[in-house]
């Protein structure tokens, strides 16, 4: 079936350093994805959104990068902190679907002092 | 906080107990969702209500009964359930079901003995 994964479950990242963390989809036809945070005891919150007719969208601190030739998707976190300390996932929206999302299984970021 | 609150935060319940899982939002959107979250599992899309109407119940075994009264208020009635069932159970609401983004609450951790 068709699936969002996660190259890497867990990343360690020295504080001050930038972030990637990747994404894999398998739907060429997917044009939405965002990026979620999910804290420990939290529910996941949403970080960055981007469409498929763009490539890349910069918000505060973060870039998603969008490579539909290879069906990637990046999240780019500049001066890692720690409170970005999390897990990290990714969705994409099918066409045929409005609100139906697929989701990754996550990527844990540590962000060590 | 994103606008969507959930209680309790934490039930454990036999697997003979019947238990209600509530959720709020507090945001004037017109779609709610609840999700399955399991350890190491992708979200799962259990039930979506637009405007109080369920629009999608996604295989889920009966012993879950969601309820909408109005479009603020979700709740998710359990009754029977298996160990298999215990995971962050997660209630979310959009603008409408279309490609908006999701607003999660935090969740309740249940756990099934």
């Known amino acids: 079936g068709e699936s969002v994964g996660l190259h890497l479950p867990t990343l360690s990242v020295q504080e001050g350093d930038n972030s990637i963390i990747n994404c894999a989809y398998s739907n060429s036809a997917s044009d939405y994805f965002i990026w979620y945070k999910q804290e420990s005891g939290k529910g996941p919150q949403f970080i960055i959104d981007?469409?498929?007719?763009?490539d890349k969208r910069q918000g505060q601190r973060v870039t998603v990068l969008l490579n539909k030739t290879v069906k990637h998707l990046s999240l780019q976190i500049a001066a890692t902190q720690p409170g970005d300390s999390a897990v990290y996932f990714c969705a994409e929206n099918i066409p045929s679907g409005t609100y139906k999302y697929i989701f990754g299984t996550g990527t844990r970021l540590k962000v060590l002092a | 906080e994103t606008g969507v609150t959930q209680t309790p935060r934490h039930l454990v319940m036999g697997m003979t107990n019947k238990k209600s899982l509530k959720c709020e939002q507090h945001?004037?959107?017109?779609?709610m969702y609840w999700y399955k979250q399991s350890a190491k599992k992708p979200l799962e899309l259990m039930f979506v209500?637009?405007?109080?109407?369920?629009?999608e119940n996604n295989s889920v075994p009966s012993r879950f009964s969601p309820e909408c009264p109005n479009s603020s208020h979700l709740f998710l009635h359990l009754h029977t359930l298996q160990p298999e069932d215990s995971a962050l159970y997660l209630c979310?609401?959009?603008?409408?079901?279309?490609?908006?983004?999701?607003?999660f609450g935090p969740g309740t951790r249940l756990t099934v003995t």
């Open positions: 981007i469409r498929s007719n763009m």
């Open positions: 209500y637009s405007l109080e109407e369920r629009v």
């Open positions: 979310a609401s959009s603008q409408g079901t279309g490609k908006y983004e999701q607003y």
């Open positions: 945001l004037g959107h017109n779609a």
